[in-house]
């Protein structure tokens, strides 16, 4: 599964954006997805992740603001991102879960950058 993150942007603290990763391959509803981000200087972390069948697990840091899901109709993970912060500025890259704990396959990701 090849994934492309887009979506990213400015935006004020307090507002929101919402995030998509559209993926091509034929595996991808019976994959599970995860976005992740790294800030300037920092390692990379989880932020969400979605199972095939659409359990869903976040990062501390993002609960109770950030919603992920999954269209595989359209081969489509999105993350709704609302109540953004200063703290929430980072590249933000989708990848398989499995991917992440190879360590590989991560696209460009779009940057997010919340202004305070």
């Known amino acids: 599964v090849q994934l492309q993150a887009y979506g990213g942007g400015l935006v004020q603290a307090g507002g929101s954006l919402r995030l998509s990763c559209a993926a091509s391959g034929s595996t991808f509803s019976i994959t599970a997805i995860g976005w992740y981000r790294q800030a300037l200087g920092k390692q990379r972390d989880v932020v969400a992740t979605?199972?095939?069948?659409?359990?869903?697990n976040y990062a501390d840091f993002v609960k109770g603001r950030f919603t992920i899901s999954r269209d595989n109709a359209k081969k489509t993970v999105y993350l709704q991102m609302n109540s953004l912060q200063p703290e929430d500025t980072a590249v933000y890259y989708c990848?398989?879960?499995?991917?992440?704990?190879?360590?590989?396959?991560w696209g460009q990701g779009t940057q997010v950058t919340v202004s305070s």
């Open positions: 990848n398989t879960v499995y991917y992440y704990y190879q360590d590989t396959n």
């Open positions: 979605i199972s095939s069948g659409g359990t869903t």
